[in-house]
């Protein structure tokens, strides 16, 4: 089973940037898909944002047009990029490997605070 380690997250303003990091412990080139999926308070966790294999992405509503998913295959990385964020983007956000055969692997989280 793959691992995944999250990193970036912590305290932004309103308006704020930051970039997530999902390193996994091998390879993605095979995965079948990489994405972001986060969960706040009471919430249900949700996809954020995916990408598959062949490049292609797609986006929950609320983000589209804020947040961009990336994928550096050499460095077996996935990227969260999210600008103009906002106090309802708070969560802890996890990065999810989506195998060849479909066995899903999850990180253990990072915390996204938006807060003045």
């Known amino acids: 089973q793959v691992q995944l380690v999250e990193s970036g997250g912590g305290l932004v303003q309103p308006g704020g940037s930051l970039r997530l990091s999902c390193a996994a412990s091998?390879?993605?080139?095979?995965?079948?898909?990489m994405g972001w999926y986060r969960q706040a308070p009471g919430k249900q966790r949700e996809l954020v944002a995916g990408?598959?294999?062949?490049?292609?992405?797609n986006y929950a509503g609320s983000v589209k047009g804020r947040f961009t998913i990336s994928r550096d295959n050499a460095k077996n990385t996935v990227y969260l990029q999210m600008n103009s964020l906002q106090p309802e983007d708070t969560a802890v956000y996890y990065c999810?490997?989506?195998?060849?055969?479909?066995?899903?692997?999850w990180g253990r989280g990072t915390q996204v605070t938006v807060s003045s």
């Open positions: 999810l490997h989506q195998s060849s055969s479909f066995f899903n692997s």
């Open positions: 091998e390879s993605i080139v095979s995965a079948n898909a």
């Open positions: 990408i598959t294999r062949a490049g292609s992405t």
